[in-house]
Nanobody, 122 residues
Framework: QVQLVESGGGLVQAGGSLRLSCAAS??????MGWFRQVQGQEREFVAI????????RYADSVKGRFTISRDYAKNTVYLQMNSLKPEDTAVYYC?????????????????WGQGTQVTVSS
């Protein structure tokens, strides 16, 4: 079993930055990532990273603004979010899967955190 705990969300003005953290306990997972969800909408892919951080993938909407990274020794994944926009407002979820494949679909992930709210004001 893997438990995921997110932190770092909050309220920020447009153009600002936030860094989310996701601490994983239990066995180490191959791929970890971030998804987000606006109330009433489907959860969507944001960014994912391979087990040792050598490969990453981003949603087009966040490319060039968000950076995902991973500290394997600490079993923690981060999401640095810069140049935030009001449309980035959502609950951000950390996810992990028991596979080395970089999948971007919600159903491919085995473990989920409780989510952390990010609100970007205009």
């Amino acid at each position: 079993q893997v438990q995921l705990v997110e932190s770092g969300g909050g309220l920020v003005q447009a153009g600002g930055s936030l860094r989310l953290s996701c601490a994983a306990s239990g066995r180490s997972s191959y791929v970890m990532g971030w998804f987000r969800q606006v109330q009433g909408q489907e959860r969507e892919f944001v960014a994912i990273i391979s087990q040792f951080g050598g490969s990453t993938r981003y949603a087009d909407s966040v490319k060039g603004r968000f950076t995902i990274s991973r500290d394997y020794a600490k079993n923690t994944v981060y999401l640095q979010m810069n140049s935030l926009k009001p449309e980035d407002t959502a609950v951000y979820y950390c996810a992990a899967r028991n596979s080395p494949l970089l999948g971007s679909r919600v159903g491919e992930y085995d473990y989920w955190g409780q989510g952390t709210q990010v609100t970007v004001s205009s």
